[in-house]
């Protein structure tokens, strides 16, 4: 998780919204496992005797490495299902406000306020229920349990 969420500077710009999906790929699904390429002695040596036949080995391989330990899949589309976590920024205070009342069914304290106050304007990821809520709101409560692994929440 920490890779992914910090790739291409994490959050992307606030007029966009960013999704993390989740899944665990069939072995016919992988088309190349970048990490098991880099422990591979072999294969290491072989790039860097072959640099200069490489094109863009400089921008590429010879930049990042195994930084963004990649899996390059063959997938189709995805479902919903694999939705993990959607990032933004947050809101203006009174909309942050007016959420906390919708999910919690009263308005923040003073501890809460002052935790809210913090989150104004901010980039963060939501955590898996908030993304949940976030679906639920979009989707419906029962269409957005339809496609929520039963053992990713305790709801």
Not at 63 to 72: A, L, R
Not at 80 to 93: M, N, P, V
């Amino acid at each position: 998780m920490d890779v992914v969420q910090t790739f291409k500077g994490g959050i992307p710009p606030p007029d966009q919204r960013g999704i993390i999906f989740q899944i665990a790929p069939e072995p016919h699904q992988v088309i190349a496992n970048i990490a098991a390429l880099y422990a591979d002695a072999v294969f290491l040596e072989s790039a860097q005797a072959r640099k200069s036949e490489i094109t863009g080995y400089y921008s590429g391989i010879g930049d990042y490495g195994n930084g963004q330990q990649e899996v390059v899949l063959e997938l189709g589309s995805l479902d919903r299902a694999t939705i993990h976590l959607y990032g933004g920024f947050a809101g203006t205070l009174d909309q942050l406000i007016t959420e906390f009342n919708v999910q919690e069914g009263r308005p923040p304290d003073a501890l809460e306020l002052a935790l809210i106050q913090s989150f104004v304007g901010q980039p963060r990821w939501l955590s898996p229920e908030g993304t949940f809520a976030a679906v639920s709101r979009t989707l419906g409560h029962a269409a957005a349990r339809r496609w929520l692994p039963a053992s990713s929440l305790s709801l």
